[in-house]
């Protein structure tokens, strides 16, 4: 979850995620001509959804909706984006890990 992980893995799945959120082009160079990866953000969200305790079935399989995947990239990142706030300006978020997890979680329905 993004308040586990270090300051500079953070800001690079953030980078990653926001990448995928333009739809094209890197935001370093600012150019259309290269796709952006969804290797790590896939990995990401799939891996939580996947070894999440409470997920049903089998854990080396999971089926999810296109709309449910892009929904749970997009509340990872949230969860990225409220992390890099939080460390920056010192205040505590009310969102929990756990409640981002559930919520991803609840994608898979979808």
Same mark, same amino acid.
């Given at each position: 979850?993004?308040?586990?992980?270090? /300051?500079? @893995?953070?800001?690079?799945?953030?980078? /990653?995620?926001?990448? @995928?959120? *333009? #739809?094209?082009?890197?935001?370093?160079? #600012?150019? !259309? $001509?290269?796709?952006?990866? =969804?290797?790590?953000?896939?990995?990401? @969200?799939?891996?939580? =959804?996947?070894?999440?305790? &409470?997920? *049903?079935?089998? !854990?080396?399989? =999971?089926?999810?909706?296109?709309?449910?995947?892009?929904?749970?990239?997009?509340?990872?990142?949230? #969860? =990225?984006?409220?992390?890099?706030?939080?460390?920056?300006? #010192?205040?505590?978020?009310?969102?929990?890990? &756990? *409640?981002? *997890?559930?919520?991803?979680?609840?994608?898979? $329905?979808?």
């Amino acid at each position: 979850m993004p308040t586990s992980l270090p /300051d500079t @893995v953070l800001l690079r799945l953030a980078l /990653d995620f926001r990448c @995928v959120e *333009a #739809g094209s082009g890197t935001l370093e160079s #600012g150019t !259309k $001509d290269e796709e952006p990866s =969804l290797t790590a953000a896939l990995y990401v @969200v799939m891996n939580l =959804l996947m070894q999440h305790p &409470d997920s *049903a079935g089998d !854990k080396s399989e =999971l089926q999810i909706s296109d709309a449910g995947l892009m929904r749970a990239f997009q509340i990872y990142q949230v #969860g =990225l984006e409220r992390e890099i706030v939080t460390r920056i300006t #010192g205040l505590s978020t009310s969102t929990s890990p &756990d *409640a981002l *997890a559930e919520e991803m979680l609840r994608c898979a $329905d979808e």
